[in-house]
Nanobody, 126 residues
Framework: QVQLVESGGGSVQTGGSLRLSCAAS????????MGWFRQTPGKEREFVAS????????YYADSVKGRFTISRDYAKSTVYLQMNSLKSEDTAIYYC???????????????????WGQGTQVTVSS
């Protein structure tokens, strides 16, 4: 059974930075793409960023490109989302996700997610 545990959320001012972490267990971490999604009240969950099973490919939503960086540490079975230059519109619950499919380059569709984290709140205020 896959377990994803997120940490690192919180409150920050506009222009600030946060780093989210997601520790994975229960499956071979190195064989699956990982991703981050986010959701605000009243809206559907949206894709933010993903990283391939090998770590060699990353993919970002246009709204975060150039500000967010996804990475993974195989020794710690952890995926990170470094968020810089935060804006108020980045306020959301952020979810870590693991691909249900083996060895894919990206994970940007909810239908391809095999496991979700519990979510962590990020609040950006001016």
């Amino acid at each position: 059974q896959v377990q994803l545990v997120e940490s690192g959320g919180g409150s920050v001012q506009t222009g600030g930075s946060l780093r989210l972490s997601c520790a994975a267990s229960g499956r071979t971490f190195s064989s699956y793409a990982m991703g981050w999604f986010r959701q605000t009240p009243g809206k559907e969950r949206e894709f933010v960023a993903s990283i391939s099973w090998s770590g060699g490919s990353t993919y970002y939503a246009d709204s975060v490109k150039g500000r967010f960086t996804i990475s993974r540490d195989y020794a710690k079975s952890t995926v990170y989302l470094q968020m810089n230059s935060l804006k108020s519109e980045d306020t959301a619950i952020y979810y870590c996700a693991e691909d249900a499919r083996w060895r894919r380059l990206w994970l940007n569709e909810e239908t391809d997610v095999g496991s979700w984290g519990q979510g962590t709140q990020v609040t950006v205020s001016s």
